[in-house]
């Protein structure tokens, strides 16, 4: 594995390797000094030009874990305001001796081109691209699924015959393609819950069910993962109302309480609490959110070594042939 774009790149065996790898990453994070030489030497840029809260600062917690140098590189405040392009931007990180780009960006397929045009020669991991995938994201969602379904340390282990279901606004869900592409490699049964306006076109030829009924959907679920309604991505005039939405696609204590007992209620975050979920819900032991961001740092690790625990590291282009 050279880059990271797509959960639906990952083989079974490809998953749980990292799944497996993140179990023994978790193991730091109990020691007194959380932290690995592995990466020493290494340099890795987180670069968003979208906001986010989780994943950069996890995927920064990791890379210090391995010991590697880091740069954070955000596109407010940078040259990207005066026009550089995304092209120019890797490029001109890379000339300072980059090992790794971590990139969140607006445009679906922007990581891609990263790692396929030959612009630069660092290993490109997606941190979320546009509507299209966000794969650790899917990793720490199994991740934790393992943990919770399985129990402690299921190495090896997948999610055969288990059954997961998704409700919100898919249309716009990074976070939805890349669990439904994943949970599908490891085995599991994938139902999505949407209005139907908040389905993407083409979405029949998913390998996953599809329902409009949410009370329906939560008999048989073994994870209900709950998704925000990403407004920031929608024009005005398909918003659903807060409270009919709620009403119809919401989870609150009744509904949970409709869900098998040892089902867990998920959720990538930001939680859009009285919307999507109730405060009920979110804070109750069965959610498990909190968790789901402690294990994004190990999942994080384990991309991290995989990738480039046995590479060289990269040449810094300005540094002299001899000194
Ligand atoms: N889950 C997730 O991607 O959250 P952030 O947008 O805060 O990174």
């Not at 993407?200 to 009370?215: K, R």
Request: net charge neutral; hydrophobic share 40%.
């Amino acid at each position: 594995m050279r880059h990271l774009i797509s959960a639906a790149d990952l083989s079974r065996d490809e998953a749980v390797q990292i799944l497996d790898t993140a179990e023994e990453m978790a193991r730091v994070a109990d020691r007194p000094i959380k932290k690995l030489p592995t990466l020493r030497g290494r340099t890795v840029v987180n670069l968003f030009f979208e906001d986010s809260t989780r994943t950069r600062t996890s995927f920064e917690v990791a890379e210090k874990r391995l010991s590697a140098d880091v740069i954070n590189f955000a596109a407010k405040g940078s040259s990207v305001s005066k026009g550089e392009s995304l092209k120019d931007t890797a490029q001109t990180l890379e000339a300072m001796g980059v090992d790794a780009v971590v990139v969140r960006h607006g445009a679906s397929g922007a990581p891609q081109r990263l790692a396929t045009t030959g612009w630069i020669d660092a290993a490109v991991i997606n941190a979320g691209d546009g509507t299209h995938q966000h794969p650790t994201q899917a990793l720490l969602d199994a991740f934790t699924l393992r943990r919770r379904l399985l129990g402690p340390e299921p190495m090896g282990a997948d999610l055969k015959g288990r059954r997961v279901t998704l409700v919100g606004d898919i249309l716009h869900s990074r976070v939805a393609r890349s669990n439904v592409d994943l949970l599908h490699t490891l085995g599991a049964h994938v139902t999505l819950v949407a209005p139907p306006t908040l389905l993407p076109v083409g979405v029949e030829t998913w390998p996953c069910e599809i329902s409009y009924d949410l009370d329906a959907a939560l008999g048989e679920a073994d994870a209900v993962m709950m998704l925000r309604v990403q407004r920031e991505r929608m024009n005005a005039a398909y918003f659903p109302t807060e409270r009919e939405y709620a009403r119809r696609y919401g989870l609150d204590g009744q509904r949970m309480a409709r869900m098998p007992e040892h089902a867990v209620v998920m959720h990538p975050g930001p939680m859009v609490r009285g919307m999507e979920i109730t405060a009920e819900v979110a804070d109750s032991p069965r959610c498990t959110v909190i968790e789901q961001v402690a294990n994004g740092v190990s999942v994080r690790m384990a991309v991290l070594y995989l990738l480039l625990g046995g590479q060289e590291p990269a040449p810094t282009h300005s540094r002299p042939a001899a000194v």
